[in-house]
């Protein structure tokens, strides 16, 4: 498999990754996302905006009878999202599609997938400090997506009962939870990601159901550092390191 100049290639855990040099890196959210992701019965999965292919992949490598669609828009990282999945052998279990996920209505029945999963951008254009490398850019603000047409995507893909995984900033949490109920789209398990302790929280995981009754279950808080630059034992358990 070629790695072009303009890219590293990396380990984490047990897969290898081509990614751009300076463009669209994976970060520790996808890591913390691929772990939250459990249930049983995901037979059939499909990604909003795959980037690399990095949480299908992971995801693949764990859930060994899972079938998974990797949708992205951008050209140049779908392209080298294929390549990830060859570089790991999955050819078979996952598909890399190019689409805008607001034309994914057009390409698949209602109710298909057993669950959905997305690391979306979560800023809006007009906020945030936009990254003079297009790929960046498009992965942190809402350039090709708001999050009103990716909830109402996953709803729509979505079997009844089935789940919804993403994980997201809590600045946005109550346009979120409001815009998942609006979908019939019910939280049930949320877990607050925070740098350290004592620090407000950073990110925020959500597990929704489709159709589901009102419960919520709000897991105990992850942290990423213990003291200065060291990562607690769950993460490192997390990331597989020492």
């Known amino acids: 498999m070629k790695q072009e100049q303009n890219e590293t290639l990396d380990s984490i855990k047990d897969i290898k990754l081509f990614q751009a040099k300076n ?32 949480i ?19 050209s140049n990282l779908a392209e080298r999202a294929i390549r990830n999945v060859s570089l790991n052998s999955l050819d078979e279990r996952i598909e890399i599609l190019q689409k805008d996920i607001k034309d994914l209505k057009k390409i698949y029945p209602a109710n298909k997938f057993d669950f959905v999963f997305s690391n979306p951008p979560f800023r809006k254009t007009t906020t945030g400090r936009l990254s003079i490398y297009e790929e960046r850019a498009v992965a942190r603000h809402e350039v ?5 047409d990716l909830i109402r995507t996953a709803s729509y893909l979505i079997k009844h009962s089935g789940k919804f995984f993403l994980i997201y900033h ?9 815009l998942l109920q609006k979908a019939k789209l019910e939280p049930k398990r949320m877990r ?12 925020v995981l959500i597990e929704a159901v489709k159709g589901s009754g009102t419960w919520l279950k709000i897991a105990h808080p992850l942290f990423i550092y213990e003291k200065g630059s060291e990562y607690t034992s769950e993460l490192k358990k997390i990331l597989s390191v020492p």
């Open 23 to 54: 463009g669209y890196r994976f970060s520790v959210d996808a890591l913390l996302l691929e772990n939250f992701i459990s249930a049983k019965r995901l037979e059939k999965g499909i990604e909003l905006g795959t980037g690399s292919g990095i």
């Open 56 to 74: 299908s992949i992971l995801l693949a490598k764990r859930l060994k009878s899972t079938k998974i669609i990797a949708v992205e828009i951008q």
């Open 144 to 148: 090709e997506i708001t999050l009103p």
């Open 170 to 178: 809590p600045f946005r949490l109550a346009e979120l939870i409001s």
């Open 192 to 203: 607050f990601v925070h740098s350290k302790m004592g620090e407000e929280a950073k990110m």
